[in-house]
């Protein structure tokens, strides 16, 4: 029997509840239950030098009135702005900004509970594909970028069942509000969206499609009124927007490009490369073996979509009504391959999982007699793939004694012994050579360390990730002789473990004017950070 006929012929009924019925009440409390058993767990657990450090030091500037992308270059303004407003509520620590992640998130799982409830019937199946879905988050600043998919894909379920004005209108406004959360999520939500519109035209069930068309790009319109407000409004806005958005053009594109042969395809595993790395075999064996379901797991996105888009291709219109899931969820997936293979990774794939599980799920209860095959490998992918996303294993894989308390401000964290001892090194650094009314250099992906030694980035780029221009390099430069940085702790450090993404390959300008113009000061610092002195430093300030 076709595929299409499987798809066709499934069990899944029209869900026409109202939002304030019994399943709405059981999403609600499904998502905020087991989203905070979550963050109970691992809330006061590591701490993140790079991308923590990069939220938590741009909330900071931005209750202190700053602008995101403006005043320092950073990620849409949305996220800032959302836990800036919080930490009022929460407060300003460590702490107050994660509980402003876990609000988003929970949230976020509300709307993706929503849309799963057209094929969960029962509040155990509802906890339990809650519980793999956290299973797939990834702490901290992700849980914008990992529980964002959950909104689109909401939205295109209920365009999928039904293609009113109302509903074309709403998901125009999100594709348009998108914008605040990143360039990016916008452009994946207008193409699904889009697209998802052609194909009920093209099944005859989009009345009035001009009409339709038309309110969806005012909704377009009207979701992006916060951001033209935004460009109207602050000062320099506009042109700091422009010249972050060419920038990540710039750095997608070469992304894009150095990525095209870092595909973790589980045959270009090499298991010899892994032992040379200093592991013993049956660590080596196990690492092996994580990132080779880890590269299935790629494997897994590739096949599901492509069946899938072709299965609701060959399809009859009434799938639209009988598997609204699985038609929001492709539409929503397809367009998120781009991040997928933009950059590789594990992670990458982890923000991306909702639209891939939820479809998943839709298809096994769509054809059953490949039910459990589907289930088992949503299990399977979860278990030997994605579990080592979570942090929420940190405590219970580590042993007693392994982690120490350690306080930021009224805060308590729990590291692994030693780091503390490393944040307490960096902090007596800077306050016995530094003084109160100078800045320093950090880089190249330490900004969490501005928010520990309450220092302001002396430059516009506080996260040097090895994707800038000459041209960008050069204000950096110029940002450092103007704003008379005497200080400076760099580490020659790569990314990705590519060579060519170390961080005296990539910044070429900035490393050669830090060697002309600073000494190499003794440090007790850990191995690889350089602690630097501006020479001749007396002369140069008066």
């Given at each position: 029997m076709k595929i299409s006929s499987y798809l066709n012929s499934g069990r899944l009924k029209l869900s026409r509840q109202n939002i304030?019925?019994?399943?709405?009440?059981?999403?609600?409390?499904?998502?905020?239950?087991?989203?905070?058993?979550?963050?109970?767990?691992?809330?006061?657990?590591h701490l993140g030098y790079a991308d923590e450090g990069l939220l938590w030091y741009g909330v900071i500037h931005t209750r202190m009135g700053q602008m995101p992308i403006r005043d320092f270059n950073s990620y849409d303004p949305l996220r800032y702005l959302w836990c800036a407003g919080w930490s009022f509520i929460f407060g300003d620590g460590i702490i107050g900004l994660r509980r402003s992640e876990w609000l988003f998130q929970a949230i976020c799982f509300i709307f993706g509970l929503l849309a799963l409830q057209r094929v969960l019937r029962t509040t155990r199946q509802l906890v339990f594909f809650s519980v793999l879905l956290l299973f797939w988050q990834v702490w901290g600043l992700r849980y914008f970028d990992s529980c964002y998919p959950m909104l689109a894909v909401f939205f295109a379920v209920r365009l999928s069942e039904k293609q009113s004005f109302q509903r074309c209108f709403q998901a125009g406004v999100f594709a348009g509000?998108?914008?605040?959360?990143?360039?990016?999520?916008?452009?994946?939500?207008?193409?699904?969206?889009?697209?998802?519109?052609?194909?009920?035209?093209?099944?005859g069930v989009l009345e009035k499609p001009f009409n339709k068309f038309l309110i969806f790009f005012a909704g377009i319109f009207v979701g992006c009124l916060p951001t033209f407000g935004?460009?109207?409004?602050?000062?320099?806005?506009?042109?700091?927007?422009?010249?972050?958005?060419?920038?990540?053009?710039?750095?997608?594109?070469?992304?894009?490009?150095?990525?095209?042969n870092l595909i973790p395809w589980p045959w270009l595993l090499r298991s010899e490369k892994i032992l040379k790395q200093g592991l013993t075999p049956c660590i080596g064996a196990l690492r092996d073996?994580?990132?080779?379901?880890?590269?299935?797991?790629?494997?897994?996105?590739?096949?599901?979509?492509?069946?899938?888009?072709?299965?609701?291709?060959?399809?009859?219109?009434?799938?639209?009504?009988?598997?609204?899931?699985?038609?929001?969820?492709?539409?929503?997936?397809?367009?998120?391959?781009?991040?997928?293979?933009?950059?590789?990774?594990?992670?990458?794939?982890?923000e991306t999982a909702f639209p891939l599980i939820s479809g998943l799920?839709?298809?096994?209860?769509?054809?059953?007699?490949?039910?459990?095959?589907?289930?088992?490998?949503?299990?399977f992918l979860t278990l030997f793939g994605a579990l080592p996303?979570?942090?929420?294993?940190?405590?219970?894989?580590?042993?007693?004694?392994?982690?120490?308390?350690?306080?930021?401000?009224?805060?308590?964290i729990w590291l692994i012994c030693g780091q503390g001892r490393v944040l307490d090194q960096f902090k007596a650094l800077v306050k016995e050579n530094v003084p109160e009314n100078e800045t320093i250099f950090f880089a190249p992906a330490?900004?969490?360390?501005?928010?520990?030694?309450?220092?302001?980035?002396?430059?516009?780029?506080?996260?040097?990730?090895?994707?800038?221009?000459?041209?960008m390099q050069q204000?950096?430069?110029?940002?450092?002789?103007?704003?008379?940085?005497?200080?400076?702790?760099?580490?020659?450090?790569?990314?990705?473990?590519?060579?060519?993404?170390?961080?005296?390959?990539?910044y070429a300008v900035v490393c050669n004017y830090l060697k002309e113009n600073f000494d190499v000061l003794p440090a007790n610092l850990p191995a690889g950070y350089v602690f630097l002195r501006r020479k001749n430093m007396v002369e140069s300030s008066q």
């Open positions: 304030f019925h019994s399943n709405a009440i059981r999403a609600f409390l499904a998502a905020f239950g087991v989203t905070w058993i979550y963050y109970l767990l691992q809330s006061n657990v509000f998108s914008v605040l959360m990143g360039l990016n999520h916008a452009l994946y939500a207008l193409t699904a969206f889009f697209f998802l519109m052609v194909y009920c035209f093209s099944r935004m460009m109207l409004f602050i000062p320099n806005y506009w042109e700091s927007y422009v010249g972050r958005f060419f920038q990540g053009v710039h750095q997608v594109g070469t992304l894009s490009m150095d990525n095209r073996w994580n990132l080779a379901a880890q590269g299935f797991s790629f494997v897994t996105v590739l096949v599901f979509y492509g069946f899938a888009f072709i299965g609701i291709l060959r399809a009859k219109k009434d799938i639209l009504y009988k598997n609204p899931l699985l038609v929001g969820s492709v539409f929503v997936g397809l367009p998120y391959l781009n991040h997928i293979f933009c950059r590789s990774d594990i992670l990458h794939l982890g799920l839709a298809f096994s209860w769509s054809i059953y007699w490949i039910q459990k095959i589907m289930v088992g490998w949503i299990l996303l979570g942090n929420l294993f940190f405590k219970i894989t580590c042993p007693v004694g392994a982690t120490a308390p350690y306080l930021i401000g009224k805060d308590k330490m900004p969490m360390l501005y928010c520990l030694t309450n220092k302001t980035s002396p430059t516009y780029q506080i996260y040097f990730w090895g994707l800038d221009t000459p041209q204000r950096t430069v110029r940002e450092l002789r103007d704003n008379k940085v005497n200080w400076a702790v760099v580490a020659d450090v790569d990314f990705d473990n590519r060579e060519d993404l170390r961080f005296s390959n990539r």
